[in-house]
C-alpha cells in the first residue's frame, strides 16, 4: 500500500482531528499547512530549510510546470522530486484552477479545455487524460483530479451543470490513474450550495478516492459562506478519508478549518505577502515594510523561536525590504511559513489533548484580524 | 594590539604569500577574498551560508549605508555587525569611490565632497572626517581612508595633483582614528603612472597605516596596465604590512594578483554575475541560463563539492533563473563565492608548499577566458 490515512484522534468536544498519510515519500501528520512551490521552489526556500521550518509536503502546480519547463522536461530529470531537490511527499494540482483563472480560456468542451497560456499565447489543449499524463510525469505523490473551476458568483443552473461534468471528468482521471503509486484525490464543487456540494460528495463517493479535496472556495466569496459551506459539506465526507481545503489560508481560517475536520492546507499567502514585507505575528498581521519598524530592533514576533526571529530585527528586515534585497523576502518567507506550520503543529497537539477550544480562544485574544 | 598582520610564509619563486590578519572579529588567512555586502547584506546570502563557505571577512558600502538606512540608525542597532547578524570580521569602504562613480558629483574642495544621492537627488558633504565618523559608526574592523577617485583615464597633471590632496586626506583620516581599535588602512593612487604610484606609497608610508590598499585599478584600464601598476607597486609596499587590491576581481585577476604579492581582494563580480545566470566553473565561466542548458542535469561544475553542485543540476537552476525565481540567484551567488573563497584556499596551500607556480599552470590549462 503505498498510500494510506489513518485517523489517530477525534477531538471530543469539535470536529477537530489528528491522523496520518502515509506516501511512498514519506509520512505526513495531519492537520497540515502545505507550502506552496508552484515552479518547482517554493519561492526563496532551499528544500533543506523547508525541513528545518517543519514542513512535511509541499504543492506544485501543474499548469505552471506544463508550460515552464515542460513536463516531460522534468520526467526526463527523473521527476519533480528530483528536479527540485525534494525527496518528501508532493502534491500536484490539476492546472485546472489555473486554465481557469491564469489563461485566456478559449473553450470549454466535454472533451476538455482550450486555452491560451498567460505567458506567450501559446494554444494548448488540457483534458482529464493529459493532466493526469502531466501530474504521472512530475511524478507527485498526490494527484489532484482536473475540475472545471467555475468563477464565483455562478448562478446555480450552471454550477448543476458543471458539477455534472466534472463528475465525469472524476471517473476518466480515475480510470487513467489506474496502475500507479500516485494517489488521486477528488474535489468536492458546487458553489455555495447545499445540495450541490452534497451530490458532489456522494457522486465522487461512488468512484471512491483515497482523499477528497473542498474546491471552490476562497475565490471572492465572503468569510461566513466559506464556512458555512464547511459546516453542511464537512460532515458529509467520509471519516477514514484525508479532507484538503484547497487554496486556504490565513491563520484564522486555518483554525476555521480545522475546528471543521479539515485535514490539509495549501495557500501562496504567507509566501506572496512576505515578499511585500508583511508577517504574521502572535498579535496579528504588521508590515514590516512600513517606516514606523525603522528603528524597531526586536524580532518580528517576540513569541516566535524560528531562526530569523532569534537572528534579526525587524528594523533590519525593513531595510532589506525597502532596498529589495533577496534577504529581506527570505527572512519573511521563512518566518511567515514557520508560523503556520507550527500553528498547525499546536493545533495537532491541542487536538490531541482534547484542548482545541482553549487553544483556539487563547489565539484569537492575542491574534486581532 | 586590536589589529595584527603576521607574514606566514613567502614563496620562494613568485611574490606570492601566505599570512594572517587578526581583528576584534576573528582572525582571517591571506590571501583572501571578501564577498561584498553592498547594503549590509551580501546579496542574496546569510551570514551562516557565508560561513559555510569560507568567507573569513566581508565587506560593506560606506556610501549606500550612510545614504539608507542611515549610519546612525546602524549604531543604534549596535553597529553593523550587530545589525546585519555577522560577527566576524568587516572591512568598509570610504564611501570615496561611490560617492565619485554613482552620485551626482557637485564640487571637489580641499575641505571635502559635495555631492547629491543617486536615489533621491538629495545633497550631502563628506569629508575624511565625515568618513572616518560614519565607518565609526558602522563599526568595522578595517576602515578606508576618504581618497579622491579618479576617473580613467586621467592626465598626469590632474592625477598629480589629485594625489596630493588625497595624502592630505589620508593624514586628516588619521588623525580622525587615533583612538579606535578600528584599523584604518591609507590608499595607494596614481593612476598607471610608476613614479606616482612610488610617491603615494612614500608618503602613506610616512604617515604610516597598519595596513595598505591599491585604489584607482579595474576602472577601465587593459589587464596590462592593471598588472603592470601591480609590477611596479607591490615591490615598494612594505612586506609587513597586508595589500589589498581594491575592486578586483575575476578568477584570473586573483591569480595575478596573487602572484604579484596581494593579500587582499573585493568584488561584486561573483555576485552580480551570478544574478543574470553567469558562473564560474573549472574550465571557464558560463552562462547556465542559456537554452543549451535546460536538459543539462549535471552540476554547475563537476568538480566542485558546495552544497548546490551536490545537489542541483544546471536545468534545474536554468529553470529557476529564466522564471526569476529567489532560489535561482541564490544557488548561483552561493556557488559563485564558493568558487573564488575555495580558490584562494588552494592558493594559500599551493603557496605553502611553494608550488604556486604549478598551481598556476594548472588552473589555466582547465579555465578558458
Not at 26 to 32: D, F, M, N, Q
Not at 122 to 146: N, T, Y
Not at 215 to 221: D, F, K, P, R, T
Request: contains cysteine; negative net charge.
Amino acid at each position: 500500500m503505498s498510500f494510506n490515512f489513518e485517523l489517530l484522534h477525534q477531538e471530543k468536544e469539535t470536529a477537530a482531528r489528528v491522523g496520518k498519510i502515509t506516501t511512498v515519500h514519506g509520512e505526513i501528520e495531519t492537520p497540515i499547512f502545505m507550502p506552496v512551490g508552484t515552479q518547482a521552489t517554493v519561492k526563496s526556500m532551499t528544500p533543506e530549510e523547508l525541513w528545518e521550518i517543519g514542513s512535511q509536503i509541499i504543492l506544485a502546480n501543474t499548469y505552471h510546470l506544463y508550460l515552464r519547463p515542460g513536463s516531460k522536461l522534468i520526467a526526463e530529470a527523473g521527476g519533480l522530486h528530483e528536479f527540485m531537490h525534494w525527496d518528501g511527499p508532493i502534491l500536484t494540482d490539476s492546472g485546472g484552477f489555473q486554465v481557469f483563472s491564469l489563461s485566456d480560456l478559449n473553450e470549454i468542451t466535454e472533451e476538455g479545455v482550450y486555452f491560451r497560456s498567460h505567458l506567450d499565447g501559446s494554444k494548448h489543449f488540457i483534458s482529464p487524460e493529459i493532466s493526469m499524463e502531466i501530474q504521472r510525469d512530475l511524478g507527485s505523490d498526490i494527484v489532484m483530479a482536473f475540475d472545471e473551476c467555475p468563477p464565483h458568483p455562478a448562478d446555480y443552473d450552471y454550477l448543476a451543470k458543471s458539477l455534472e461534468m466534472t463528475i465525469r471528468w472524476a471517473e476518466r482521471c480515475k480510470k487513467e490513474m489506474q496502475d500507479t503509486e500516485q494517489a488521486l484525490f477528488g474535489i468536492v464543487q458546487g458553489g455555495v450550495y447545499r445540495d450541490l456540494r452534497k451530490a458532489s460528495v456522494e457522486a465522487l463517493l461512488d468512484i471512491g478516492f483515497p482523499g477528497y479535496a473542498i474546491g471552490g472556495l476562497s475565490v471572492g466569496e465572503k468569510k461566513e459562506e466559506m464556512l458555512e459551506v464547511l459546516d453542511f459539506t464537512v460532515p458529509v465526507m467520509p471519516e477514514d478519508k484525508p479532507r484538503y481545503l484547497m487554496g486556504v489560508g490565513t491563520p484564522e481560517d486555518l483554525l476555521e478549518g480545522v475546528k471543521r475536520g479539515i485535514d490539509m492546507f495549501d495557500c501562496v499567502l504567507p509566501t506572496r505577502i512576505a515578499r511585500h514585507g508583511a508577517v504574521f505575528t502572535s498579535h496579528g498581521r504588521i508590515t514590516v515594510r512600513n517606516a514606523e519598524y525603522a528603528r524597531d530592533f526586536t524580532p518580528l514576533d517576540d513569541e516566535c523561536d524560528c531562526y530569523v526571529c532569534q537572528n534579526y530585527t525587524r528594523g533590519y528586515i525593513r531595510h532589506l525590504i525597502k532596498r529589495n534585497e533577496i534577504l529581506g523576502a527570505r527572512l519573511t518567507t521563512y518566518h511567515n511559513l514557520y508560523f503556520l506550520i507550527n500553528l498547525m503543529e499546536e493545533m495537532r497537539d491541542a487536538i490531541q489533548r482534547d484542548r482545541f477550544m482553549e487553544f483556539y480562544r487563547k489565539f484569537y485574544q492575542k491574534y486581532k484580524i
